[in-house]
């Protein structure tokens, strides 16, 4: 089982930028691909970003392609989420989990697998 502590949110004005970690137990991290989630207040968690286990392939969301970028180093066992041109819309509390969907099945439409036991998340906050 993967467990997940996020890390590096906070309250930044729009335009400006964060960037999130997510440190993964377990020896197995460097087998899976990982995604980025987010929750905003009323609304379902939704996607955001997905990375494969080589870090070879991405995939976006549309309504953050351009600003953010998923990356990571399987020696810390650490995903990241650079975010650039913070918009107000971003705010939420943003989750990184394991998943089964590799970023080039999710990019013809199957449905994210997230798999390991869900984390605390890092609130984003953008004022405008």
């Known amino acids: 089982q993967v467990q997940l502590v996020e890390s590096g949110g906070g309250l930044v004005q729009a335009g400006g930028s964060l960037r999130l970690s997510c440190a993964a137990s377990?020896?197995?991290?460097?087998?899976?691909?990982m995604d980025w989630f987010r929750q905003a207040p009323g609304k379902e968690r939704e996607f955001v970003a997905a990375?494969?286990?080589?870090?070879?392939?991405?995939y976006y969301a549309d309504s953050v392609k351009g600003r953010f970028t998923i990356s990571r180093d399987n020696a810390k066992n650490t995903v990241y989420l650079q975010m650039n041109s913070l918009k107000p819309e971003d705010t939420a509390v943003y989750y990184c989990n394991a998943d089964l969907t590799d970023p080039a099945r999710l990019r013809v439409g199957v449905p994210t697998s997230p798999f390991g036991s869900w984390g605390q998340g890092t609130q984003v906050t953008v004022s405008s």
């Open positions: 990375i494969s286990w080589s870090g070879g392939s991405t």
């Open positions: 377990g020896r197995t991290f460097s087998r899976y691909a």
